[in-house]
Structures are given as C-alpha cells and as structure tokens.
C-alpha cells in the first residue's frame, strides 16, 4: 500500500543551517492499518507527512503508493488519493458555509459522484451522536472546536482516499471531544477501511487507541510495533511484536 524506502531530506543544503530532516527513513504500511507516529520535536515526523502529500520532494529514496512510484508526483494530483486533517479545526472546513454544503463539497473531492459521499457524511454525522445531523443549514463557523474537527474527518473520508493523515488532529480539543474524534478515527479505519497515519505528542491517545506504533527519531525509524489489547483486559496493553 505505502512504501517508504530510503528516504533522504536536507533543508537548507550547503548553508550554515543544513538540516537533515529524514535521513534513510524506511517504513512499510498495509491496506487498511492504522499507524500512530511518535517522537521528539525536529524528529522528522511533519516532514514525513509532507513527503506523503507530495510537499516535499526527497532527495533520494522511493515513495510508492499502490504499488506506483510517485516520488516527484505534484501534490493537486495526490489531492484524490491523499486525505489530511490538521491541528487546527478550521483548516479542514467552509466555516461560511453550511454543513450541509462543506458535505456536498467534500463529496466533489476527486470528481467523485457527490450524492454517496454526502450521504456517507451523513451516517458518520449521526454516529457521533453531537447532533450535527439536525443542524445540517447551520454555519460552520457557529460549531465549536471538537465538531468542527470531527466534520473536518468525515470531509477527509467521505470520498474513501487511499491514505488519510492526520497531524496532531486532537491537540486542540478538550478531553470529551478527543475520545469522540478518536472514536470516529477508529470508525474511519475499522468500518470504512481506510488507511490511516497518525501523527501525536498525546502519549494517553497512543496508549488508548493506538494499533501499531512507529518511533521516530533523527530522520530514521528506530522503533517498530504493535499493541494487541484483549477484550477481556480492558485498559491493558501488550506487545504483540517486534517488526
């Protein structure tokens, strides 16, 4: 599904301020996974995300997404395949516009047919259970925080993209609305069956809801595993594996 293979990025090169921002990163993701992103600041991690939306170019390596290689792909043609939910809530959004119109808008994202996707939105609406479905020609802008978050996701996966990042996207919010977007992310990725990439500093979200964890530090992945949390050992956490 994805494939990351030597992927070498400097800033800044040949100036005083040279920076090696990923330095050999390999990772490998499968259809479907959800992968949660950690590691310190300046660790390489938003720079990741912009090799992914095709910001950023890296000198070497291989970037390859179904199986074809698009490492110097323009990002307006990833638009269709690569969805991304920021940080902070109205960069996801129509804030003059109405629900209903940001779900009509959203669902045109790679010259799909819009009327599934609206009515994709509308289901993932309702199952966050903030009564969003009855307020469908209020503005976007009269919403909070958290429900402007949660319709920034369903805009992002309405249309089904290959792969769907989000960066720090409940950093934001307070407590209750993270578990609710939390819960949509694991809906997305469960029900829909979209491949997600999660970048995070919230250690509480990796232990809560995290599936496989991958570490980054210095520009290289130095930790690789997954979580296994057995129903009947609620709030417990194992190690399932060591890749």
């Known amino acids: 599904m994805v494939e990351l293979k030597n992927i070498r990025v400097v800033y800044n090169k040949s100036h005083t301020n040279e920076k ?5 990163l390999d990772l490998t993701i499968k259809k479907g996974e959800f992968v949660t992103i950690i590691g310190p600041n300046g660790a390489g991690k938003t720079t ?4 992914l939306t ?12 179904n199986n074809k290689n698009i490492r110097h792909t323009k990002p307006y043609k990833l638009f269709r395949n690569v969805g991304i939910v920021y940080q902070e809530p109205d960069r996801g959004v129509f804030p003059d516009l109405t629900i209903e119109e940001n779900l009509i808008l959203g ?22 259970n903030m009564g969003l ?9 009269e919403l909070s925080g958290g429900q402007k978050q949660a319709l920034s996701m369903i805009l992002a996966a309405i249309t089904y993209p290959d792969l769907l990042l989000l ?18 992310t694991l809906k997305i990725n469960n029900e829909m069956g979209i491949t997600i ?7 509480k979200i990796v232990e809560k809801y995290s599936k496989r964890i991958v570490e980054i530090k210095e520009g290289k992945v130095t930790k690789d595993f997954l979580y296994e949390r057995p129903l009947s050992q609620i709030g417990s956490e194992k190690i399932k594996a060591t890749l």
């Open 167 to 184: 960066d720090e996207h409940t950093a934001a919010l307070d407590p209750k609305n993270v578990d609710k977007v939390m819960d949509l």
């Open 107 to 128: 669902s045109k994202k790679g010259n799909r047919l819009f009327s599934f996707g609206k009515y994709k939105g509308l289901e993932l609406l309702k199952s966050l």
């Open 54 to 65: 095709g910001e950023v170019y890296p000198e070497e390596g291989e970037y390859i997404l």
């Open 197 to 203: 990439i999660m970048v995070t500093h919230n250690m």
């Open 48 to 51: 990741l995300l912009k090799i």
């Open 20 to 24: 090696q921002a990923l330095d050999g």
């Open 133 to 141: 479905e009855d307020r469908l020609k209020t503005k976007v802008k």
